[in-house]
DNA sequence: ATGGTGGCGGAGCCA
């Protein structure tokens, strides 16, 4: 058995007292985030290591962005991709060389992509769809069984969302993004785990903002992070639990972990 | 229709 999360934890080195709960308490074999906002050498590899994720992979950026993947079983760093094609640290993937080997992970962090969603307006919007276009060109290629984990920054499904009408114009969730995203998907018939194991149309949010008092008021959650994996492997998950309880932890992020098992 | 909060780093950018 091999379990894996993905975290978009919003700076590391902040959140580290929950991160080392979550680990503690939930004990997956490998951990994927995202945002952890800082660069390898100021990356906390000594609290990983005393938790037993001793095997790492990081790919920082100063103050913004960056992704890492850790590991309490043997991992390498496969591949590091810039999708944006600006330098910006959103890609690492490791390949799994002890239990589980040949399983590829990538970790990504899609650009949220600013607030309006036309790519002459907004460069930001344009930007997340080329980076969506170039990991749908990468898609077409894999050639391993791979699980793709991360913060996506959309939610495609009505169900995905705290209200589909007042959602249709907001970059996440419009019908130009869900569109992209599915020809992604397409591009090597990746199967979204999440939903296997919670289906359509049952809610499903993994994000809300910190823009309120208090983020249960209204529920006003969405979906933005995903495991999608090659459907050889995504035949073998047996488990998928969406951790919403971390959002009311101390000091939390405003995304909470999700985690798959898999009979490997 | 608007503004609401949070992190980094120490102003303004990003989400």
Redesign the pocket.
């Known amino acids: 058995m091999v379990s894996v999360a993905s975290w978009n934890i919003?700076?590391v080195?902040?959140r580290m007292p929950i991160v080392a709960q979550f680990l503690t308490e939930q004990a997956p074999d490998v951990l994927c985030l995202q945002e952890i906002?800082?660069v390898e050498e100021t990356f906390p590899f000594e609290a990983f290591n005393a938790l037993g994720y001793t095997h790492h992979a990081v790919h920082g950026q100063?103050?913004?962005?960056g992704v890492a993947t850790v590991s309490r079983i043997p991992m390498k760093e496969f591949s590091r991709h810039d999708w944006q094609d600006n330098g910006e640290a959103r890609h690492v993937g490791v390949e799994l060389t002890g239990a589980g080997q040949d399983m590829v992970i990538e970790n990504v962090y899609v650009?949220?992509g600013?607030d309006i969603p036309d790519r002459e307006q907004n460069p930001?919007f344009g930007q997340k769809l080329d980076f969506l276009g170039r990991m749908t060109d990468w898609a077409g290629k894999i050639a391993r069984p791979t699980l793709i984990v991360g913060d996506f920054?959309i939610a495609p499904l009505e169900s995905d969302v705290w209200s589909h009408k007042q959602l249709l114009k907001v970059v996440s969730h419009t019908p130009l993004e869900v569109e992209v995203l599915k020809r992604f998907q397409d591009a090597h018939g990746w199967v979204d785990v999440g939903r296997e194991f919670i289906r359509d149309p049952e809610r499903y949010f993994s994000w809300w903002?910190?823009?309120?008092?208090d983020y249960r008021t209204g529920d006003r959650g969405r979906r933005l992070d995903h495991m999608w994996a090659s459907p050889e492997l995504a035949a073998k998950a047996t488990s998928h639990t969406v951790h919403e309880d971390c959002r009311g932890w101390e000091?939390p992020s405003d995304h909470v972990p999700l985690v798959t098992e898999f009979d490997l």
């Open positions: 919003n700076s080195r902040l906002k800082t100063k103050g913004y962005h650009p949220a600013g930001k920054n903002s910190y823009r309120s008092k000091k």
